[in-house]
């Protein structure tokens, strides 16, 4: 079955220590990206990668940190959590940059 | 910055009534998509309508983009309770940074049964 997979969906940490979300996706997708969903804002774009060794900014990616070491693996990684980064997190992946995406179940982190 | 702004944020109807929602965008764009996300969950993909078509259907949905204002609107015909859920457009800029793609805040739908 084509996915996204995150993981993990729930995630309760202590400031400054650090995390990584983990993210696969199995279509063989040269686009991935992550967001962040908050109350109020909709999806805010953290990172994007437009395929292997190639990462980029989106709109949010101060206190974030992404790697794409292999195609289907796309992490993200927070050195230092801060309470401010308590949000839900989706992970997404599309055949390109401009087709649809195919988002992954999200991950909830609390931050305390 | 958000591109796309959905409108209404919040909609409420009756089983059987058609559902609109409206969204606007700033800048020149390849396509606009529309997906829907369940309570929680991720978001799914609906329709996609590029920057040269006017209007596209998709079953009970049907997508129109009116390029010189701006702005797109969802259509959902006859809507079910299982419609139930946040409606959010997407856009994918026309240049440069065409990987960048933008979601709104989104219009919460719920269709009373």
């Known amino acids: 079955e084509a996915q996204v997979t995150q993981n993990p969906r729930y995630l309760i940490t202590v400031t400054g220590k650090k995390l990584t979300v983990t993210c696969s996706q199995n279509?063989?997708?040269?686009?991935m990206s992550w967001y962040r969903q908050d109350p109020g804002l909709g999806l805010r774009q953290i990172y994007y990668s437009m395929n292997v060794e190639v990462t980029d900014k989106g709109d949010v990616p101060e206190g974030y940190k992404v790697s794409r070491k292999e195609k289907r693996n796309f992490p993200l990684i927070l050195e230092s959590p801060s309470p401010n980064q308590t949000s839900l997190y989706f992970c997404?992946?599309?055949?390109?940059?401009?087709?649809?995406?195919?988002f992954g179940n999200g991950t909830r982190l609390t931050v305390t | 910055s958000q591109q796309g702004e959905e409108d209404p944020q919040a909609l409420s109807i009756q089983e059987g009534e058609n559902a609109t929602m409206n969204c606007s965008y700033k800048t020149s764009i390849n396509n606009l998509q529309w997906y829907r996300q369940n309570s929680g969950r991720g978001l799914v993909h609906l329709i996609l309508i590029r920057s040269n078509e006017r209007e596209k259907h998709s079953g009970r949905l049907r997508v129109t983009l009116d390029t010189s204002k701006k702005s797109s609107s969802l259509l959902i015909t006859a809507s079910r309770a299982a419609d139930t859920a946040s409606y959010f457009c997407?856009?994918?800029?026309?240049?440069?940074?065409?990987?960048?793609?933008?979601f709104g805040i989104g219009t919460k739908l719920q269709v009373i049964p």
């Open positions: 997407a856009t994918v800029p026309n240049s440069g940074g065409y990987q960048k793609v933008t």
């Open positions: 997404a992946s599309s055949l390109q940059g401009r087709t649809p995406l195919h």
């Open positions: 279509m063989n997708h040269e686009y």
